[in-house]
């Protein structure tokens, strides 16, 4: 199948031992068909090893002590790409942290914001977003008219004449509805969600006392990593609008994704009277954690738009 790839994904490489925090931790690794036959017939210790740590239906690794994976070495290295190459990986651990969205002639790869390389690399990237459809893809009408749409939100987006907040004000107008979130009643509803990371927890709550004034979305030095964000959402998020027609309730859990995390940054900005990049890109990639890789909160915080 074809594939199209935004414009900054081959910046991308795993940083591996480098990483904070590692997706080898944490995360409960199921193994595909494909490769669990792989496995099965692997010879050797490494073979035998790899056996001993599969359980369950679908088959997983057994996390060890601090939910590691147990081919995860005190090094912070992946043992099976030591002894193997990276060949040997399950399709998990090769596609993370990239997601696909599928059409009916072509796919597109992007890079999951739950990966702190990931994270840098978007909220980074000077140059606009882009992506082209593969020559001679054949599009369904209601991909053409989706992909219309799309641009359209694009357009708005990347519209650097204007003021980031003015610009999820208009795409928030384009679609029926007011970029005017309480954060007292989001703050409720994420704390209703289900939490895996207790630092995440801690950071709703540190936003419980504060007076959000939103100067965030009016501050140039923050504009081109907003617009990044709300770009990475919608393209992530919207596809599946094209088969229900519901582009109002992903445009919306878009911006309020983009509002949560904008009065994060300020918080610590006005608090300390700075916020680094790294803990802008620390704050984004726990709420990819907690919320794009939960299908429950994900439907959860979309269907509120309905």
Known sequence: MKEAFPNYYHKFKCIADKCKHSCCIGWEIDIDDETMQ??????????????QNIEGDPPHFVLQEGER???LNERGLCDIILTHGEEMLCDICTLHPRFRNFYSDFAETGLGLCCEEAVRIILSEEEKFRIDIPENAVLLPEEKEFFKNRAEIFCIL???????????SLLAKRFGFCFDFSLG???????ALERLDEQWTDELKGLEA????????ENKAFAVALEQLAVYF??????EAMWDGDYSARVRFCLLGCFLIGAMWECRLIKNGKVTATEMADIVRMYSSEIEYSEENTESLINRGV
Request: charged content about 30%; some cysteine.
């Open 234 to 239: 919608v393209f992530r998020h919207l596809t």
């Open 38 to 51: 792989l496995y099965a017939s692997l010879g050797g210790e490494t073979g035998e090893r790899i056996r």
């Open 185 to 191: 009643n989001e703050l409720r509803a994420f704390l």
């Open 69 to 71: 994976c147990p081919f």
């Open 210 to 217: 504060f007076v959000f004034g939103g100067k965030i979305f």
């Open 158 to 168: 990347q519209d650097r004449e204007k003021s980031i907040g003015e610009r999820f």
